[in-house]
């Protein structure tokens, strides 16, 4: 399921974002696809990492065969990005004012970005775009193996409410998708309790203090995710319980019944809040109700253990799952 996820999600951003479609379902080894699955291998070096929060300009700089794929990597990707910026550059001149709707058009006719700078966020948006929403699908559909009741009644509100996936007339829009309860029930528990990227880390810019522990300017701060969103103190007892249900009635939509906002800490907080968030929890309600409308999933895999590779955590052997077409959608 993991390859599969990563490969939907590549061709997504790849779509919406460069107006490029990558074409990654249809070729698993295609060199872009090929790329990223290699740098989001989980490998014990970045377990180690993970562990003692080495800074970055340590790590980066380490001789290590890790530091030297990914500088390859990058090179490639860095190389297609331009490569794109400059083909897009030329339909925008012969557009004669008719816009694409995709982020790059959007950046380019801005003109807030130079080349370089543009071809950064890109690199970024793609990497942090696809892979995280990929996990984030992988470790639902796990979740909603676990719980067949889960996934019989988000089946049951998907195929009230959207048209069957063969129907390529019908448009679903954003409206639908956030008049669906369940499915955005479901999608804020999955993200609440596996949550893709478990910790971020974060440099004082001034001296300040926390909880009244002093935080001198320069301190790298470890800001914990994942234990933000299992705290029993915040969430009560049954933190580590998959249970939509805590999304559902009035003033729980957005928060699970919480009193803080922070209580809920998949995208980060503040100014430096995921860019992509609202992409990609739509993206991630899209995808959960296209599958799980469509298929009946079970896994035998019911004690995955996850492990930390390219900064999000993910099944260590991967997730094996049983699909059954569903008919009558």
């Avoid at 300040?208 to 029993?232: E, H, Q, R, Y």
């Avoid at 998949?266 to 430096?272: I, K, L, Q, W, Y």
Wanted: charged residues 20%.
């Amino acid at each position: 399921m993991g390859s599969w996820a990563s490969r939907a999600t590549l061709d997504i951003i790849g779509v919406a974002g460069l107006g490029q479609d990558f074409n990654s379902i249809a070729d698993p080894d295609g060199d872009l696809h090929r790329i990223y699955r290699k740098l989001f291998m989980p490998s014990p070096i970045a377990r180690i990492f993970m562990i003692f929060t080495l800074p970055n300009i340590i790590v980066r700089n380490l001789p290590l065969k890790r530091n030297e794929d990914i500088t390859k990597a990058a090179l490639v990707i860095k190389k297609m990005c331009r490569n794109l910026i400059q083909a897009k550059k030329q339909m925008i001149e012969k557009a004669d004012g008719q816009l694409d709707v995709d982020i790059l058009s959007v950046a380019l006719q801005s003109g807030a970005f130079t080349e370089d700078g543009l071809v950064d966020q890109l690199m970024t948006f793609m990497a942090a775009g696809h892979e995280t929403t990929a996990v984030a699908v992988t470790h639902a559909f796990y979740l909603l193996c676990k719980h067949p009741e889960v996934q019989t009644r988000l089946r049951e509100e998907v195929r009230a409410n959207l048209p069957s996936i063969e129907d390529a007339v019908t448009a679903v829009n954003s409206d639908v998708l956030d008049s669906m309860p369940y499915l955005q029930a479901v999608s804020n528990e999955a993200l609440r309790l596996w949550v893709s990227i478990p910790l971020l880390l974060r440099e004082a810019a001034c001296n300040t203090t926390i909880a009244d522990v002093m935080i001198p300017k320069g301190t790298s701060v470890v800001i914990p995710l994942w234990a933000f969103n299992k705290s029993k103190e915040t969430w009560g007892p049954d933190a580590e319980e998959f249970k939509p249900e805590r999304w559902l009635g009035a003033g729980k939509v957005n928060t699970g019944g919480m009193a803080s906002n922070y209580a809920f800490s998949a995208f980060g907080h503040g100014p430096r809040t995921c860019i992509g968030m609202l992409f990609g929890k739509a993206e991630f309600a899209c995808i959960l109700a296209a599958i799980v409308g469509r298929f009946e999933m079970e896994t035998e895999n019911h004690n995955i253990k996850l492990v930390f590779g390219g900064g999000v955590l993910k099944p260590e052997k991967g997730m094996n799952v049983k699909m059954k077409v569903v008919d009558g959608w």
